[in-house]
């Protein structure tokens, strides 16, 4: 004898139906979600995961009956808290790492969109990333959030556990760290896209005297292998040295310097015969000349690069 099902009750169907609309308006704001914890914590497998944990804790919350006004501002706070935690543990295993770091850089080629779509605020450069690694994981997420993301002060201060005035102090204090070591940039897409290329055609022909004419006297060019590949173990710092260490690289590597976007500014990637990616160029450009080289060829960082 079959027996019917039961139908749901209508308890359960509205909790279905109220986590379906969740999920649309968590899918509609991922991006910007990762964008946030991406900013906090420089990787984006972790600012992935970041917005997932976001996502299920909503869920969660749904499904225990808690009504929430604004479904995006509450995931924007959940990502950020998230991600602020993920940064704490990340600093521990990044006091041990082989050479400078640098954050995963965003990659897309060939006028594609990254392998992972992830709304990028413009001041989000590696060049930016790699100075904001040098802040306590508070100020830098009060820096990421309110000075990038635009949020209150009030709003920040329950996700770092300080009052709005210590919040504001830790903004300003970070805002006076990154004004001070952040290298100067151009603000000008079309220029910065020119330097580029110049400096491409420069770089692979290991033409010394062009490099210098590109390179800003004060120039910083910072190399992340993660002791995986090899890398310069400290910063080359000045015009002369770094072209001489660019025109070195050129002779011993003889890949292909293609343009790309990388988090959101023209830039390189460097591919070996077969096509693979080795290296990923972020160029910081003012005035007409490069102030900061960032080049990251850590594997793991450029595996999502199609």
């Known amino acids: 004898m079959s027996h019917s099902a039961r139908p749901s009750r209508p308890s359960d169907v509205k909790v279905v139906e109220k986590v379906n609309r969740l999920a649309a308006e968590f899918t509609a704001a991922r991006e ?20 997932q944990e976001a996502w299920l804790r909503l869920q969660r ?20 808290r998230i991600a602020l935690d993920v940064l704490r543990s990340a600093r521990r295993r990044r ?20 392998a992972d779509r992830v709304t990028l605020a413009e001041s989000m ?4 990333l790699a100075v904001l690694e040098s802040l306590s994981p508070a100020e830098r997420t009060v820096f ?7 949020l209150p002060f009030g709003e920040i201060s329950g996700i770092v556990g300080r009052s709005a005035a210590a919040c504001r102090r ?39 005297d062009a490099l210098l004419r590109l390179l800003d006297p004060d120039v910083v060019l910072t190399n992340d292998g993660g002791g995986l ?17 660019l025109a070195g690289v050129a002779r011993k590597h003889r890949g292909t310097l293609r343009p790309a976007v990388v988090n959101g500014w023209a830039g390189l990637v460097r591919r070996r015969a077969d ?13 007409g000349r490069i102030t900061a080289v960032d080049m990251v060829l850590h594997p793991e960082k450029l595996r999502r690069i199609r």
């Open 32 to 51: 910007r979600l990762v964008g946030v914890a991406y900013g906090v914590v420089g990787t984006v497998a972790e600012a992935e995961d970041a917005a």
């Open 61 to 80: 919350a749904a499904e225990r009956g808690e009504e929430i006004a604004d479904v995006e501002g509450w995931l924007v706070v959940a990502t950020a």
């Open 95 to 114: 006091e041990e790492y082989v050479g400078p770091w640098l954050p995963e850089p965003l990659v897309a080629v060939d006028g594609a969109d990254p």
């Open 125 to 128: 450069s590696v060049a930016l």
């Open 144 to 150: 990421v959030l309110h000075d990038v993301f635009g």
């Open 170 to 208: 830790l903004a300003a204090r970070a805002r006076a760290h990154v004004t001070a070591r952040a290298p100067r940039f151009e603000v000008d897409a079309t220029r910065h896209r020119e330097v580029v290329e110049a400096f491409a055609a420069a770089a692979e022909g290991a033409d010394l």
């Open 229 to 245: 590949v090899k890398a310069a173990r400290n910063r080359v710092r000045g015009a002369d040295r770094v072209a001489r260490f």
């Open 275 to 287: 096509g693979s990616p080795d290296c990923v160029l972020a160029l910081t450009v003012a005035g």
